[in-house]
């Protein structure tokens, strides 16, 4: 392998400055990831998405309050769900899409400090690809 990004921390250290939180198009939450957030913040799952999402087709969405950022977002605390974060705050940057659209990774290095932009498409595809398997594998009851 001849190339300077061999894993996930050549490309990304993030830099707690909330601009993920910002949601991108919508943070996604799955029905798991809705029920430990309810564990997590003592709400009822039944109410949840009516509470605290917006929907995107037929799918919720992490409502966004005025500022763009999603609605657990505290600037002074940051992320008041980090340890029951969505999965797909826990994949950022790591996502599938960049696998099979290796070019958003500038888009989205343009608005995020900690990702290091020029990076290879191959590259992008080969480590984002390996990032999906490993979660795959540890914590299959979560994606």
């Not at 029920?35 to 997590?40: E, F, G, L, N």
């Amino acid at each position: 392998m001849d190339t300077e990004y061999k894993t996930t921390d050549d490309l990304f250290t993030c830099q707690l400055c909330g601009q993920c939180c910002k949601g991108f198009g919508g943070t996604y939450v799955t029905g798991r990831d809705i029920v430990d957030i309810c564990a997590y913040i003592t709400a009822d799952p039944d109410t949840f998405v009516r509470s605290y999402c917006d929907m995107a087709g037929s799918r919720p969405v992490l409502t966004q309050g005025p500022d763009g950022h999603c609605v657990f977002f505290d600037a002074r605390k940051q992320c008041t769900i980090h340890p029951v974060k969505p999965r797909m705050c826990r994949a950022w940057p790591f996502i599938e899409t960049l696998v099979a659209n290796p070019e958003n990774w500038d888009a989205m290095a343009s608005a995020c400090p900690g990702m290091k932009p020029l990076v290879p498409p191959r590259d992008i595809m080969r480590i984002v690809s390996e990032e999906i398997e490993k979660r795959r594998v540890s914590c299959p009851a979560k994606l």
